[in-house]
């Protein structure tokens, strides 16, 4: 059985976050509600004020680290040698109609350079602001070498399919660049609807020279979401938000199989690099699949190799 510290594994989903950027989203009606219902046992039931929010994480009850240092200590304890540090732009599809996260490429990019080399900086896509999102992506992509863009189709209430995203697609490919995204519901009162893992079919048969990862499982259309993956050879999935005891067993199979092996990827999501890792191990999968999921699939989907 493969101890801890034997792979050296990637988080292919991960935030800037994770490495101190400081953040309180609970302004915002969207993440209001979701302390009350998603992530409940968190939050004890209620939005958390800015002070509280800091003593939850100063109490060690929410992952995290307070500076690129701490995470590079961490990733040196727990066995990680990349870690995805990634923009993600979200948009108040009822309540606000503005924007309500993103993190910006220049502070990203502070971040990345602190990361002796190990930290890999994502931007991100804002589909109703699409001439100033595509200048973003090239100048992080050409001059701060970032090699991921994620994006978040849900929150602005469309589908990957539509057609404000695919100058998206048309940018990652001309810089030859992978493109993530989240599929499945959202832990946030958001339109799910749009995030069925079948609105990706025609963005893979459209652009099948890039490479493509549906993040979070696509729950709950799970049996979709494996679907994609092994239909389309430019599709990987990966299975951030969750923690691993907690995937359901349709996709601890796919993962375990022939079929899906080579394609899924890990995530923490910033769940805690110990402890998401320490539960995919103690799956009943084989070893060859542990070495893929935590590393190999990212390394090749990435391009670091």
């Known amino acids: 059985m493969a101890e801890l510290a034997d792979i050296k594994a990637v988080d292919i989903m991960n935030y800037p976050t994770e490495a101190g950027y400081e953040e309180y989203m609970f302004d915002w009606e969207e993440f209001k509600i979701m302390a009350r219902s998603t992530f409940k046992t968190q ?3 209620q939005a958390p004020t800015r002070e509280q929010f800091k003593k939850i994480k100063e109490q060690g009850f929410m ?3 307070n500076s ?3 995470l590079l200590k961490t990733m040196d304890e727990v066995g990680f040698e ?3 540090l990634t923009d993600v732009k979200m948009w108040s599809y009822y309540y606000h109609h503005q924007v309500i996260m993103e ?3 220049d502070e990203i990019n502070k971040i990345v350079k602190k990361g002796k080399g190990r930290f890999i900086g994502g931007a991100s896509y804002n589909p109703f602001r699409i001439d100033e999102s595509l200048r973003d992506i090239d100048k992080a992509v050409k001059e701060y070498g970032f090699k991921y863009v994620y994006f978040h189709p849900i929150t602005f209430g469309l589908c990957p399919s539509d057609a404000k995203c695919y100058p998206l697609y048309a940018k990652c490919s001309e810089l030859g660049v992978p493109v993530g995204m989240q599929v499945g519901h959202s832990a946030e009162p ?4 749009v995030g069925h893992p079948y609105e990706v079919d025609k963005v893979a048969i459209d652009f099948p020279n890039l490479k493509i990862n549906l993040s979070h499982t696509g729950y709950p259309w799970v049996d979709e979401w494996c679907s994609m993956i ?3 050879p430019n599709v990987y999935g990966d299975i951030s938000a969750y923690n691993p005891r907690n995937l359901t067993q349709q996709t601890v199979k796919f993962m375990n199989s022939s079929r899906g092996r080579e394609k899924v990827m890990f995530g923490s999501n910033s769940y805690g690099l110990k ?3 320490e539960q995919f191990l103690a799956l009943e999968i084989r070893d060859e699949t542990k070495q893929r999921v935590l590393r190999d699939n990212a390394i090749e989907f990435l391009g670091l190799k």
Do not use: A, N
Request: overall charge neutral; charged content about 15%; proline content about 16%.
């Open 43 to 45: 939050f004890g039931g």
């Open 63 to 65: 992952p995290g680290h």
């Open 68 to 70: 690129p240092e701490e």
């Open 82 to 84: 990349y870690v995805m």
């Open 103 to 105: 993190y910006p490429i």
């Open 190 to 193: 958001l339109p799910s609807w």
């Open 230 to 232: 092994f239909r389309h």
């Open 275 to 277: 402890l998401t890792k």
